[in-house]
């Protein structure tokens, strides 16, 4: 055998043999967390030292809220940070040297993480920068100084304003269920009003087909508009309306008392099989953004200019405009 090849291999078997101790050693530090059977009932987010800009979310009867307000809390965020804590995995150790500025667990930088049960803490973590592939995230214990690598962005999932963890849907009905929609637009006031559909006399009617020869089904209820009780209201535009308006989510919650807002611009008030939801939308601010209240909110709420100008109807969009001969 060539001398320099036996040299090379000898070598490379050498690094193979450390890379395989050095990494069996490194195995033996990855620790493995525990989680939990019963749920949690707070969450505390601290970023830097700045202890007046923790985010405290826990329960109150049986919602999750944010903070002393009590700001209703998007479910779906909080389900995602239990179950980011709860099912938080150490795939590799890092170091045991404080090298903390380098992965953005130094105090000034770290997103502190505290999960409790009944006061007592089930989970406490620092969560520093991402690492390059974007698929994990520098962790360290908050009591102890070793550095870990975690499976999943966590900052994707703590890293969040208070703003931003907000609920935004400020109601969802079901369109269904609306039985009348009251208006008042411009001054002007429309109501419409869901009506049984007068069955006609099955010898005489002949019914309508559709494109494959097949009879369309009788409609059972139809729209009125008492102040115009003799124009047909278009079903199709009607309950693209019923579509749009059925469900309202929040732009934003601008730091605005409901007191300062002058008189809306428009009003509309659902009335469903269960209960009568109203919508007021004022006048334009900063950005195209629309102030509103909801009898379904205590907080006035934004809505861009688009979701707010949908609702800005007069009787001409409810019906069928007749062809010129």
């Known amino acids: 055998m060539n001398k320099r090849v036996a040299i090379s291999l000898g070598i ?114 620092l969560i520093g920068k991402k690492s390059s592939t974007g698929q994990s995230t520098y962790v360290k214990m908050y009591d102890t100084p070793e550095i870990y690598l975690a499976s999943g962005d966590l900052n994707r999932q703590f890293d969040k304003t208070i703003e931003e963890m907000r609920q935004k849907v400020v109601y969802n009905i079901t369109k269904d269920s609306i039985t009348s929609v009251d208006f008042i637009y411009k001054g002007k006031k429309l109501t419409f009003s869901k009506v049984e559909q007068e069955k006609p006399d099955k010898t005489e009617s002949k019914g309508e087909w559709d494109k494959k020869g097949k ?57 469903t099989l269960e209960k009568t939801v109203d919508l007021n939308i004022y006048n334009m601010v900063k950005d195209e953004k629309y102030m509103c209240t909801s009898s379904e909110s205590p907080y006035v709420f934004a809505l861009t200019k688009w ?10 969009d409810f019906t069928s405009k007749k062809k010129k001969r």
């Open 12 to 125: 490379i078997a050498i690094l193979l043999i450390y890379y395989l101790i050095a990494n069996y050693h490194k195995s033996e530090d990855i620790i493995e967390l525990q989680g939990w059977q019963d749920d949690i009932d707070e969450i505390l987010l601290k970023k830097g030292e700045d202890r007046d800009g923790a985010i405290r979310i826990y329960k109150k009867e049986g919602k999750w809220v944010i903070n002393k307000p009590g700001y209703i809390a998007d479910d779906s965020i909080v389900t995602t940070m239990k179950d980011g804590m709860k099912e938080l995995k150490i795939i590799d150790f890092i170091s045991r040297r404080e090298h903390y500025v380098r992965y953005n667990l130094s105090p000034e930088k770290a997103i502190r993480v505290t999960v409790t049960k009944d006061k007592e803490t089930l989970r406490d973590i």
């Open 215 to 271: 009879k369309k089904p009788e409609e059972e209820f139809r729209w009125i508009c008492n102040e115009y009780k003799n124009l047909e209201i278009d079903k199709k535009k009607f309950d693209s309306f019923l579509i749009d308006s059925r469900s309202v989510r929040a732009e934003s919650y601008p730091d605005i008392s409901k007191k300062s807002l002058k008189r809306a611009i428009c009003s509309i008030k659902l009335t």
């Open 307 to 316: 979701n707010a100008e949908k609702f800005f109807k007069s009787i001409s």
